[in-house]
């Protein structure tokens, strides 16, 4: 499969002022892939070195024992039998089980910068290992290198690139109707909508998305989802730093469904565990945040402040970060995505945690406005110093929500999500878009590149 995160590296790649890059992401969201199947192998064909520090003993070992990059060149060299150059890309994958080589990386940067590195890894299993290797005088045992290192952190695959994936030539459609800012002819735009469920049941996670783009079985991309949650449950301990926080990010990451499929969705912990405080579930939130497992969203209040800072409430919501991984725990029977009673099957909250995913992908921050009524908006979002207030709608719906808040806020122009083909009206300020627009709208965002009407 393709990956839009492909971009990023060759963009990496082509900078000469480059630094040694970390790839971040959660468990099997396709960095090893990404980096030696698509990456080296295309722009280093025979000219890369791979090392898994979870496999690769000998040199796990030696780096463990020096963060010297010349000593390292020179072992690895010695032991691939391959002369290290500039046109050798060194690939160090699973860095989380040998913390050393990420202080070594600093040393890359500075004496070795025209040698070309990625890393790939977890930083919240980084993050544990420093809390327990610490040297006797209470100093890390390895030290993290600030500023001298680039880093991007990939996800489950969006929707535009499951869409690419599984159908370029609608790709090629969508993303011409996108860039003329033209809706679709009705029967594709069904068409297109049709994916948008598919995609809503199969998610982004790569192996049950490939499952599905390859032989088109549901079933078989849902066994597949299974094994994946099941996995990510066992996983937990590899987060933690203790055995009630395993027990409690295994309750919390269990109930994200069941916390959001209600009139009020901000996190409640008594639905976790009874009598529990938020406080409780602070170390597992911050885990599962930083593992990239779970995505949090902010409550915003009233008059919103530039740029927006969380409410002094600290009141949340957290969404489960691949769509596929979501369906699948709320228990829903998989016909219903297919069904033709699917719009009145399915409630909203699978629309706004594929929303979620797909700001977060693009590299949004997620907040979400609370009127003094009942006034609610499902996300803002802040590009270019302006405001845009996202609303997702499942079907039709009213824009009550956003009348309120046009009283206390400026904004640059409303975006509704939905069903609906593309529209935009200078009357409302609202801009229309379906679904399957939105990645593309998720990527202006975050550019700042938002399109004026």
Same mark, same amino acid.
């Given at each position: 499969?393709?990956?839009?995160?492909?971009?990023?590296?060759?963009?990496?790649?082509?900078?000469?002022?480059?630094?040694? &890059?970390?790839?971040?992401?959660?468990?099997?969201?396709?960095?090893?892939?990404?980096?030696?199947?698509?990456?080296?192998?295309?722009? !280093?064909?025979?000219? /890369?070195? /791979?090392?898994?520090?979870?496999?690769?003993?000998?040199?796990?070992?030696?780096?463990?024992?020096?963060?010297?990059?010349?000593?390292?060149?020179?072992?690895?060299?010695?032991?691939?039998?391959? &002369?290290?150059?500039?046109?050798?890309?060194?690939?160090?994958?699973?860095?989380?089980?040998?913390?050393?080589?990420?202080?070594?990386?600093? #040393?890359?940067?500075?004496?070795?910068?025209?040698?070309?590195?990625?890393?790939?890894?977890?930083?919240?299993?980084?993050?544990?290992?420093?809390?327990?290797?610490?040297?006797?005088?209470?100093?890390?045992?390895?030290?993290?290198?600030?500023?001298?290192?680039?880093?991007?952190?990939?996800?489950?695959?969006?929707?535009?690139?499951?869409?690419?994936?599984?159908?370029?030539?609608?790709?090629?459609?969508?993303?011409?109707? !996108?860039?003329?800012?033209?809706? $679709?002819?009705?029967?594709?735009?069904?068409?297109?909508?049709?994916?948008?469920? @598919?995609?809503? $049941?199969?998610?982004?996670?790569?192996?049950?998305?490939?499952?599905?783009?390859?032989?088109?079985?549901?079933?078989?991309?849902?066994?597949?989802?299974?094994?994946?949650?099941?996995? /990510?449950?066992?996983?937990?301990?590899?987060?933690?730093?203790?055995?009630?926080?395993?027990?409690?990010?295994?309750?919390?990451?269990?109930?994200? #469904?069941?916390?959001?499929?209600?009139?009020?969705?901000?996190?409640?912990?008594?639905?976790?565990?009874?009598?529990?405080?938020? @406080?409780?579930?602070?170390?597992?939130?911050?885990? +599962?945040?930083?593992?990239?497992?779970?995505?949090?969203?902010?409550?915003?209040?009233?008059?919103?402040?530039?740029?927006?800072?969380?409410?002094?409430?600290?009141?949340?919501?957290?969404? +489960?970060?691949?769509?596929?991984?979501?369906? #699948?725990?709320?228990?829903?029977?998989?016909?219903?995505?297919?069904?033709?009673?699917?719009?009145?099957?399915?409630?909203?909250?699978?629309?706004?945690?594929?929303?979620?995913?797909? &700001?977060?992908?693009?590299?949004?921050?997620?907040?979400?406005?609370?009127?003094?009524?009942?006034?609610? $908006?499902?996300?803002?979002?802040?590009?270019?110093?302006? +405001? /845009?207030?996202?609303?997702?709608?499942?079907?039709?719906?009213?824009?009550?929500?956003?009348?309120?808040?046009?009283?206390?806020?400026?904004?640059?122009?409303?975006?509704?999500?939905?069903?609906?083909?593309?529209?935009?009206?200078?009357?409302?300020?609202? &801009?229309?878009?379906?679904?399957? +627009?939105?990645?593309?709208?998720?990527?202006?965002?975050?550019?700042?590149?938002?399109?004026?009407?």
């Amino acid at each position: 499969m393709e990956r839009l995160a492909m971009r990023n590296l060759v963009d990496w790649k082509n900078n000469k002022k480059r630094k040694p &890059l970390i790839v971040w992401g959660a468990r099997q969201v396709g960095k090893t892939y990404l980096v030696k199947q698509l990456f080296a192998e295309k722009y !280093y064909p025979n000219s /890369y070195i /791979y090392i898994d520090f979870k496999s690769d003993d000998d040199v796990n070992a030696f780096c463990t024992s020096t963060a010297n990059a010349e000593k390292i060149i020179e072992y690895i060299s010695l032991l691939k039998g391959k &002369l290290i150059t500039e046109n050798t890309l060194l690939i160090f994958d699973e860095i989380q089980e040998c913390p050393n080589i990420i202080s070594a990386l600093k #040393y890359f940067c500075q004496d070795f910068r025209n040698i070309p590195v990625i890393a790939t890894g977890s930083m919240v299993r980084i993050k544990i290992q420093r809390m327990t290797n610490k040297r006797g005088n209470g100093k890390d045992g390895f030290l993290f290198p600030v500023g001298k290192i680039n880093q991007i952190t990939i996800y489950p695959l969006s929707f535009d690139e499951f869409l690419f994936n599984s159908n370029s030539v609608m790709y090629d459609k969508v993303k011409k109707a !996108y860039d003329e800012k033209k809706p $679709l002819d009705a029967d594709i735009h069904t068409l297109v909508m049709d994916q948008v469920y @598919r995609y809503l $049941l199969v998610g982004g996670m790569p192996e049950a998305a490939d499952s599905y783009i390859e032989d088109g079985n549901l079933l078989t991309s849902r066994e597949i989802l299974k094994e994946l949650y099941d996995n /990510y449950l066992a996983d937990m301990e590899l987060y933690q730093a203790s055995p009630e926080a395993v027990v409690r990010s295994r309750a919390l990451f269990a109930n994200i #469904y069941k916390e959001l499929n209600r009139e009020n969705k901000n996190f409640s912990p008594g639905l976790v565990e009874k009598k529990a405080k938020t @406080r409780d579930f602070a170390t597992s939130i911050q885990w +599962l945040t930083l593992a990239h497992i779970v995505n949090l969203s902010y409550q915003l209040k009233e008059h919103i402040t530039m740029p927006p800072v969380a409410d002094e409430d600290g009141y949340f919501r957290l969404f +489960l970060c691949d769509i596929g991984m979501f369906s #699948y725990q709320s228990g829903i029977n998989a016909a219903s995505f297919v069904s033709s009673e699917r719009e009145n099957i399915l409630s909203g909250i699978f629309f706004e945690n594929f929303i979620a995913n797909e &700001l977060v992908a693009k590299g949004n921050s997620l907040f979400y406005w609370k009127g003094r009524s009942s006034g609610e $908006l499902e996300f803002i979002v802040e590009s270019d110093n302006k +405001l /845009y207030p996202i609303d997702v709608k499942k079907g039709r719906g009213t824009l009550n929500s956003l009348e309120k808040f046009s009283n206390r806020n400026k904004f640059e122009y409303a975006i509704k999500v939905s069903k609906n083909n593309f529209g935009y009206s200078s009357e409302q300020k609202l &801009l229309t878009v379906p679904f399957y +627009l939105f990645p593309f709208v998720a990527n202006d965002l975050a550019k700042g590149s938002m399109p004026s009407f």
